[in-house]
Structure formats: structure tokens, C-alpha cells
């Protein structure tokens, strides 16, 4: 079985973000940070 964990892809898609458009920088890493914190609590 893979294991497979969503974190990874969560950076790499707000690193495109980034890059594309670098005034989306706050807003991309508030939304990582909230998202990783919530897989974090909810152990997915």
C-alpha cells in the first residue's frame, strides 16, 4: 500500500502561487499554516 500524505502537495502548490503572483504571499502561507494546522489535529 501507498502512503500518501497531502502535505507535500499543499507546498508545492503554494510555492506556484508564489511565484505566480508574490503578493499572494500572506494569504498562501496563513492558508498552509491553517491547513497543516488542522491535518495536525485531526491526524490525517
Sequence with gaps: ???FS???VIAL???ILIL???SLLNY???IYL???GVLGL???
Aim: zero cysteines; charged letters at 5%.
Design 20 to 22: 505566480v503572483r508574490p
Design 13 to 15: 502548490i503554494a510555492g
Design 34 to 36: 491553517i491547513v497543516i
Design 6 to 8: 497531502i502535505q507535500p
Design 42 to 44: 485531526v491526524h490525517f
Design 1 to 3: 500500500m501507498v502512503q
Design 28 to 30: 498562501v502561507v496563513a
